[in-house]
């Protein structure tokens, strides 16, 4: 089952998909849109060096994210929970920049002081299948 659920999730993942992410700012959480990069089995959020989620981030590393499924039958979604981590990995930095090509108005190069590269790190995914009332959940 756990296999069949993962495979079934893991197609709902784009290489590029705009999720709704939550951090921890003291005892308050803070969601904001971003967008997620999946490559392979990875995820990732590029953003700016200065923003306010890598601050948090570096104090508290749970997060959780979301994003809706829309189908003719109605809606569901998909809430992963887990930590993240800032990464430093130039070759992943190089590979985002070519897959979203709209990143290079943000960041010069792979290398830009600016860009900051966070990987999202989900233990627990919830999904919920369009049309459905179902929620199912997997460990990873």
């Not at 921890?24 to 999946?38: A, H, N, S, T």
């Not at 997060?63 to 929970?81: H, N, Q, T, W």
């Not at 960041?107 to 790190?121: G, H, M, Q, R, V």
Request: hydrophobic share 40%; proline share 5%; charged share 30%.
């Amino acid at each position: 089952m756990d296999n069949e659920l993962r495979n079934e999730i893991w197609k709902l993942f784009l290489p590029v998909r705009q999720i709704s992410l939550a951090t921890i700012d003291g005892d308050r959480p803070r969601v904001r849109p971003v967008e997620l990069i999946r490559i392979d089995e990875r995820f990732f959020v590029a953003t700016g060096t200065g923003e306010a989620k890598i601050r948090q981030i570096e104090k508290n590393a749970f997060i959780e994210f979301f994003f809706l499924l829309r189908g003719d039958k109605g809606s569901g979604y998909v809430r992963a929970s887990g930590s993240a981590r800032i990464l430093d990995d130039l070759s992943i930095k190089r590979r985002i920049l070519e897959m979203v090509p709209a990143f290079s108005h943000y960041f010069k190069s792979a290398d830009d002081p600016n860009y900051a590269l966070i990987e999202l790190l989900p233990d627990e995914i919830e999904y919920m299948p369009v049309g459905m009332d179902d929620v199912r959940r997997l460990k990873l």
